[in-house]
């Protein structure tokens, strides 16, 4: 090959990784503003004259898109599989697309009653089933044309690309803060991200149209209908529990400081919402500067090292960190834990979405990867902004939502030791 050949097929590779890693924007985008505004959309869709009701039933409403998560993966992740993943990715786009239209336009519950949290919940309801193959899809996609002995480093820009959307998004809340008042942003202005997000879509929707299949999906000759997708992942099921507790780590994580950080500085910390939006902004950042590097780190040393060293690190640190914080709330404290937490996801991060790519069977790769991310956010992520607030309100501790992340980092060393029990695992059903 060439130098020139060489240069383009680079150039050509990094395209792709853009087009791919818009649709991940788009999600991250839309879940991010939805928790930051959790109060504001509370108020507009939930009612209760309970702050702390509404509170729970919005992030109830949060959760619930997750548990369309696993039926997305099934139906969605087994029409890639047989489909493409190009087509694939523009129908998960479509569907997002659509639910987010959803929420930024549906009259409040003032205007339409009861109407308005059954159509905020449909549009959430389609979000998640449209997810459950969105980044499984995306990270098939990028281990697939990955350059060799590069899958940790490529199929990090997955997560990466979400950091993207939580700086975005931040940096629209700042603005509307300094430029509305409080009161302002509560009645109307909290649309605004969720409109911005409407009108990137065709862009979004350009770039995907112009996706390159994968060499590797076109060069397989056998493409699995659904029934042997599904049979599949039955055959497979421990594997798909194993998937799910390592996954469990990251999802209960980044819900926790990115997703719950603005509602924990402002509702538990008393901080103020620039203060919150600050730390959240850095710790986009942060998870932007570590996922790729270690990603790229776990392509040198394994998957394994990094995946024990940092559930180890969160079970030892993560409760203490929160509970000194909550002992002593600043800001500056808050951004020295947020960006502790951050640097333990996105390492164990890093090495754990490109392992999770190279345990799936081959031919379902796809759907076995997206039916466990998505159990794990189903039972264990989506519900963390719930789960944090409930734990705090049940025993008074503060610091409580430590312990839910120090339990997901039990379930990714435990699902870490019994995937390498014997050895680094190559894709189940390619012969040895």
Request: aromatic share 14%; charged share 10%.
């Amino acid at each position: 090959m060439t130098p020139g050949t060489t240069s383009i097929a680079s150039s050509s590779k990094f395209a792709n990784v853009l087009r791919v890693t818009g649709g991940n924007f788009m999600e991250m985008f839309d879940f991010f503003l939805f928790g930051f505004y959790a109060t504001q959309i509370s108020k507009a869709f939930f009612p209760t004259g309970n702050e702390f009701a509404s509170l729970m039933l919005t992030f109830m409403t949060f959760g619930a898109g997750f548990l369309m998560r696993p039926l997305g993966a099934i139906f969605l992740g087994a029409y890639v599989d047989r489909v493409g993943r190009r087509k694939g990715l523009i129908v998960t786009l479509a569907l997002m697309a659509v639910g987010t239209l959803l929420i930024a336009c549906v009259p409040g519950y003032a205007t339409i009653g009861l109407a308005a949290p059954f159509l905020v919940l449909i549009g959430r309801l389609l979000q998640g089933f449209s997810a459950g193959v969105e980044l499984g899809g995306v990270s098939v996609y990028l281990s697939e044309i990955a350059t060799p002995g590069h899958k940790g480093f490529y199929v990090a820009w997955q997560s990466a690309s979400q950091q993207v959307a939580i700086v975005v998004a931040a940096a629209l809340g700042y603005w509307l803060n300094v430029t509305f008042t409080q009161v302002e942003v509560t009645d109307f202005y909290w649309r605004i991200p969720f409109f911005f997000g409407c009108l990137i879509v065709p862009v979004l929707f350009f770039l995907r149209r112009s996706l390159q299949e994968t060499e590797e999906f076109m060069a397989r000759k056998h493409r699995p209908d659904a029934r042997e997708i599904f049979q599949s992942m039955v055959a497979n099921w421990g594997l798909v529990v194993a998937g799910m507790m390592l996954v469990s780590m990251t999802t209960v994580s980044f819900y926790l400081i990115t997703v719950y950080t603005p509602t924990f500085g402002k509702a538990v910390l008393h901080l103020s919402t620039t203060d919150a939006l600050i730390v959240t902004l850095c710790v986009a950042i942060s998870n932007f500067i570590w996922l790729p590097a270690m990603g790229a780190l776990s392509d040198r040393v394994g998957r394994k090292p990094l995946l024990i060293i940092f559930t180890v690190l969160t079970i030892l640190t993560a409760y203490p960190s929160l509970k000194w914080l909550v002992g002593s709330p600043s800001f500056v404290h808050m951004l020295e834990v947020e960006l502790w937490l951050s640097f333990l996801y996105a390492s164990y991060n890093g090495a754990m979405v490109v392992a999770l790519t190279e345990v799936m069977p081959v031919n379902v790769r796809t759907a076995g990867f997206s039916l466990a991310y998505s159990l794990a956010t189903a039972i264990f992520g989506g519900f963390t902004p719930a789960i944090a607030t409930g734990l705090i309100e049940m025993t008074g501790d503060k610091g409580a939502p430590g312990l839910w992340m120090t339990t997901a980092a039990i379930c990714g060393l435990i699902a870490t030791l019994v995937l390498y029990q014997r050895r680094a695992p190559r894709p189940y059903g390619v012969p040895a």
